[in-house]
């Protein structure tokens, strides 16, 4: 069991920044470092969609296509804490911004594949 608490989230103009930060709290036994992390975006009447993955140690890490050499993820796991770097930002990218832990092995894309989620932060870009 884990419990993910996500921050950064805000209003940016186009072209802006923002990093969002995923705070992890593992039950006792297990190690942040045991999981491998996701971000999710989810936009008004659209799916959920997989934003960047990395794997346990950040060696590893995965992008859509829409944001890739825009985006950067990267993990901490002494801090316990994944991150989301995200620049040029564009109106497209105005989500709720998720991130999510999974116990399965390198970097995973898919929702299903997740165990745990955080409670979502808001993501804004305007014009």
């Known amino acids: 069991q884990v419990q993910l608490v996500e921050s950064g989230g805000g209003l940016v103009q186009s072209g802006g920044s923002l990093r969002l930060s995923c705070a992890a709290s593992a039950a006792s036994g297990r190690t942040f470092s045991a999981y491998a992390m996701g971000w999710f975006r989810q936009a008004p009447r659209k799916e959920r969609e997989f934003v960047a993955g990395i794997n346990r140690s950040g060696g590893n890490t995965y992008y859509t296509d829409s944001v890739k050499g825009r985006f950067t993820v990267s993990r901490d796991n002494a801090m316990n804490t994944v991150y989301l770097q995200m620049n040029n930002l564009k109106l497209e990218d105005t989500a709720v911004y998720y991130c999510?832990?999974?116990?399965?092995?390198?970097?995973?894309?898919?929702?299903?594949?997740?165990?745990?989620w955080g409670q979502g932060t808001q993501v804004t870009v305007s014009s």
């Open positions: 999510a832990a999974t116990n399965r092995p390198g970097v995973r894309t898919s929702s299903y594949e997740y165990d745990f």
